[in-house]
């Protein structure tokens, strides 16, 4: 084997261990809302494969018909070709695992930098095959300890900087990382992006707190960039911290308008703002006072909602109950929802407009709809293996109550 090839297979396998030791703790520990903000939610193929399986059984169950099924199977095929390019993070209650993919692409890639700018390059020669450059989790460190100090001779770097926090940051020192962003931020041009992630690494500083410093940083990102995404996230969670839900439902529905209508990043916004919506007051307004919708008559669905006897031994109280209503024919983003707990079944509620989950078409123009309900242990919209679900036959908005029946499990 050729002496680049060994280096580049044991740099592998130490990079490898070092990602052994980094990434339990990730796996261990949640951010609660949009201290989850934005990760990389791409359409990956496990997401299309449950909404293909999802897609399959309401075809099976005769919800939808031959052409409609045909027609989003095609599209469901070009996205898993697409394979799209946005990154960002879920929002309320996840267990983080874009963190845990961020560290794993991260790790490899600033060892690499760092290595290219510190390290012996040169020893990959053929002729150096002797030698072992392989990079340890310790070396590693001592290469951002060295990009520090040559930092402080060139304190004017602001990419120097950047890479500095970045290393910080996946290497779990977020006060470390936060100042060397706070110094890349004061030398290079005002970004979105770098902002967004500095405001996010001021929150891991402070106890997963977004108030104070990191809310000031969001909203410098948001004049960058208002349609940067995980600002936008970030600025959500931070209204909801401080209990301004309409605030924060407003923020996430831009997020909304943003990303595919049947993405995973979609289904876990719509999450957060049901829940937001959940804790509005009587009034239908949040601290932040932005009034409610005019009030009046408005189309609606009443739903009773109970559980399969056979079923109840596996649900525990606390389990997250969604109810919601998608238009019969069209996109699959749902046009209601609202968030319960599995505690409350069995249950009677109305669907109306003022339970949308987006800037989309409301409840009020779907014509005839599909409602459902899904009681869901990780408190994810979007169904997981595992989750119990049931549906009523599709029915025309404000011509009667559905009736469903939670039977079945997400596969």
């Not at 449950?50 to 989003?72: K, P, S, T, V, W």
């Not at 891991?204 to 410093?213: I, K, N, P, S, V």
């Not at 831009?254 to 007051?281: H, T």
């Amino acid at each position: 084997m050729s002496g680049t090839g060994l280096f580049v297979l044991l740099s592998a396998a130490l990079t490898g261990l070092a990602l052994v030791f980094l990434l339990p703790p990730l796996l261990g520990r949640g951010f609660r809302r949009g201290n989850r903000a934005p990760g990389s939610p791409d359409l990956s193929l496990a997401v299309l494969r449950d909404q293909f399986a999802e897609l399959e059984r309401e075809h099976h169950a005769g919800r939808i018909n031959d052409a409609a099924f045909e027609a989003e199977r095609a599209e469901l095929e070009r996205r898993a070709l697409e394979d799209g390019s946005l990154r960002i993070r879920s929002t309320i209650d996840s267990r983080r695992p874009w963190l845990v993919g961020a560290v794993a692409l991260a790790v490899p890639g600033i060892a690499a930098a760092l290595y290219l700018h510190l390290g012996t390059p040169a020893a990959m020669a053929p002729q150096d095959a002797g030698g072992s450059h392989a990079l340890s989790a310790q070396q590693i460190q001592s290469m951002v300890l060295k990009l520090a100090e040559r930092l402080q001779d060139n304190p004017q770097d602001g990419e120097g900087w950047l890479m500095l926090a970045r290393s910080y940051a996946v290497l779990g020192r977020y006060a470390e990382s936060a100042a060397a962003y706070g110094r890349a931020m004061s030398i290079l041009p005002p970004d979105a992006v770098h902002l967004a992630d500095y405001a996010d690494t001021l929150a891991m500083a402070q106890g997963r707190r977004l108030a104070g410093d990191p809310e000031r940083v969001i909203q410098r990102a948001l004049a960058a960039d208002p349609r940067n995404v995980k600002a936008l996230a970030l600025s959500g969670t931070a209204a909801f911290e401080r209990r301004d839900y309409a605030r924060a439902i407003g923020e996430w529905e831009k997020i909304l308008a943003l990303v595919p209508a049947d993405s995973k990043v979609a289904a876990g916004i719509a999450n957060s703002i049901a829940d937001a919506r959940s804790r509005l007051g009587p009034a239908g307004d949040g601290a932040g006072g932005i009034p409610a919708q005019a009030a009046g008559p408005a189309p609606a669905v009443t739903v009773r909602v109970a559980l399969d006897p056979a079923l109840e031994g596996q649900v525990r109280p606390d389990d997250t109950l969604f109810v919601f209503a998608r238009a019969a024919e069209g996109p699959r983003m749902p046009v209601a929802m609202v968030r319960r707990k599995a505690s409350e079944l069995p249950l009677r509620l109305a669907l109306d407009d003022s339970m949308g989950v987006g800037p989309g078409p409301r409840l009020s123009a779907a014509g005839t709809v599909v409602v459902g309900a899904r009681v869901s242990r990780s408190g994810d919209a979007l169904p997981k293996s595992g989750d119990l679900e049931g549906y009523a036959q599709p029915m025309r908005v404000g011509a009667g109550e559905a009736a469903v029946s939670i039977t079945s499990r997400v596969p």
